[in-house]
T-cell receptor, first 114, second 117 residues
Framework: AQSVSQHNHHVILSEAASLELGCNYS??????LFWYVQYPGQHLQLLLK??????LVKGIKGFEAEFIKSKFSFNLRKPSVQWSDTAEYFC????????????FGKGTKLSVIP | NAGVTQTPKFRVLKTGQSMTLLCAQD?????MYWYRQDPGMGLRLIHY???????AKGEVPDGYNVSRLKKQNFLLGLESAAPSQTSVYFC????????????????FGPGTRLLVL
């Protein structure tokens, strides 16, 4: 079974600091990779996704992620965070032909201090 | 488009009571999913459906039943609620299977917060 690991449970940053959230997955074949964001009290929203092509993916609100196949990683980055980025971030993966299953990491809570 | 909607938003149950959570989507998606979210656990798939009239078990199906009588609706039932089912429940839908390399995205509803006493 595939698994997704998010390295940090809770990250606290000051505004304007740079952000990198780690995500590693276990499946060795072709994958779809996603980052979802959940703002306090809200539902999950898609931040960005990778499925083929350029391994550097740009998403909404200035976020980007890099797919490194050799490291089974899909880390999320933002050069300068804002207070409004305070949220929980989930990495997710599905894999294999006809795969319906989206496997989520346990999430990383980001707190940005003004 | 309303996207994916869920009712109710919040519910308190006593142990042993039953209830049904309703999920509706207006995007003509074939695939629908129910997840539960628990602190420190991420989201775990309970049941899913690949089309009207079909359902299948996910990762944590015990204690739940589902039905997909209409394409746009996916119901999650708790026949006899237990405190371990206290959670936030999210419904999601997608147009197609998440075939690797296609980038098919699941769209999520706002969630139902359930407290079982």
């Amino acid at each position: 079974a595939q698994s997704v690991s998010q390295h940090n449970h809770h990250v606290i940053l000051s505004e304007a600091a740079s952000l990198e959230l780690g995500c590693n997955y276990s499946y060795g074949g072709t994958v779809n990779l996603f980052w979802y964001v959940q703002y306090p009290g809200q539902h999950l929203q898609l931040l960005l996704k990778y499925f083929s092509g350029d391994p550097l993916v740009k998403g909404i609100k200035g976020f980007e992620a890099e797919f490194i196949k050799s490291k089974f990683s899909f880390n999320l980055r933002k050069p300068s965070v804002q207070w409004s980025d305070t949220a929980e971030y989930f990495c997710a993966v599905n894999s294999g032909a006809g795969s319906y299953q989206l496997t989520f990491g346990k999430g990383t809570k980001l707190s940005v201090i003004p | 488009n309303a996207g994916v909607t869920q009712t109710p938003k919040f519910r308190v149950l006593k142990t042993g009571q039953s209830m049904t959570l309703l999920c509706a989507q207006d995007m003509n998606h074939e695939y629908m999913y129910w997840y539960r979210q628990d602190p420190g656990m991420g989201l775990r798939l309970i049941h899913y459906s690949v089309g009207e009239g079909t359902t299948a078990k996910g990762e944590v199906p015990d204690g739940y039943n589902v039905s997909r009588l209409k394409k746009q609706n996916f119901l999650l039932g708790l026949e006899s609620a237990a405190p371990s089912q206290t959670s936030v429940y999210f419904c999601a839908s997608s147009y197609n299977l998440g075939l690797a390399g296609t980038g098919e995205t699941q769209y999520f509803g706002p969630g139902t917060r359930l407290l079982v006493l």
